[in-house]
């Protein structure tokens, strides 16, 4: 049975969907805003209900850089997969995020990454409209992340690999320790 926590997981959107799998496996969410969580649980509750063979989405409030799987979530083990989907760019201290993800994180497990990248193969025209939008939700490609799992692979550290997603819109990068 899989653990998999969702770091940034604000309305639990992608816990919700990973439950209707017919293996969900137990799933957590952690995320730094309270009003977030509070939206996440309605969701979970809407979605998935309570009871008896129901998935359960366990969800905790903490900043990223902190996350501590025995602290915040009672596990004595670690996590099989944690993942930031479109959140790491956007967390001040992403360095410790990545570090804390990484500590918690079984040996031979994964870690997900998909955030923006540099939107280098998309007509020139939409590429500029999509930043300026972008930038309206103080949102942007953050090179130095993306630089930080490349010399994360080069350290010896961890597997990266990286995956353009239509035209360099964004990136997935999965990390296997």
């Known amino acids: 049975n899989t653990a998999t926590l969702e770091v940034g997981c604000g309305t639990a959107r992608n816990l919700v969907k990973l439950a209707s799998r017919s293996e969900p496996g137990r799933l957590y969410g952690l995320d730094a805003s309270h009003e977030m969580l509070v939206t996440a649980e309605q969701s979970v509750q809407r979605s998935i209900g309570t009871g008896p063979g129901k998935p359960k989405i366990v969800l905790r409030q ?3 850089e902190d996350l ?3 602290r915040m ?3 004595d083990e670690p996590f099989d997969t944690i993942f930031f989907s479109y959140c790491l760019s956007m967390v001040p201290t992403w360095p410790g995020a990545i570090e804390a993800a990484l500590r918690n994180l079984r040996p031979g497990g994964e ?3 998909v ?3 540099d939107q280098k193969e998309l007509p020139s025209l939409f590429a500029a409209g999509l930043k300026r939008w972008l930038a309206l939700f103080h949102v942007h490609y953050r090179p130095e992340v993306h630089d930080a799992l490349v010399d994360l692979g080069k350290s010896g550290r961890a ?3 990286f995956e353009s997603v239509y035209k360099r819109y964004a990136y997935i990068a999965t ?3």
């Open 68 to 70: 501590d799987a025995r």
């Open 159 to 161: 597997d990266v690999r």
């Open 175 to 177: 990390i296997r320790t």
């Open 115 to 117: 955030d923006f990248w």
């Open 73 to 75: 979530f009672g596990r």
């Open 111 to 113: 870690l997900l990454i």
């Open 62 to 64: 903490g900043l990223a």
